[in-house]
């Protein structure tokens, strides 16, 4: 199973980014798929999840400025990011797991992407 991740970069806060981030090698349709990203000396954390039936959620700190998005047809899953922050830098990474239903813990993910690296400029 693959995870190739793209879109990450500098950009300026208030600016936006969108990140993608295509599955190989498993069905993609029937699976979970999440968001996460780390800051320098922070855990990994939950961004925002996709349910296998389009169910959402998202951290506190991205609502209403992030969006995730799946195409099926295309194996992907995007994530939108808007009116970004110097807080939101972080390496951000996409993963799948077993479950079809929202999971946030990184613990419930067993396929990763090689993360792709956001940084916000203040």
């Known amino acids: 199973v693959q995870l190739v991740e793209l879109g990450g970069g500098l950009v300026q806060a208030g600016g936006s980014l969108r990140l993608s981030c295509e599955v190989s090698?498993?069905?993609?349709?029937?699976?979970?798929m999440g968001w996460f990203r780390q800051a320098p000396g922070k855990d990994r954390e939950s961004v925002a999840i996709i349910s296998w039936s389009g169910q959402t959620n998202y951290a506190d700190s991205v609502k209403g400025r992030f969006t995730i998005l799946r195409d099926n047809d295309k194996n992907t899953v995007y994530l939108q990011l808007n009116i970004l922050k110097p807080e939101d830098t972080a390496v951000y990474y996409c993963a799948t797991g077993n479950y079809d239903t929202i999971r946030t813990s990184p613990s419930d993910y067993i396929y990763w992407g090689q993360g792709t690296q956001v940084t916000v400029s203040s």
């Open positions: 090698g498993r069905p993609f349709r029937q699976y979970s």
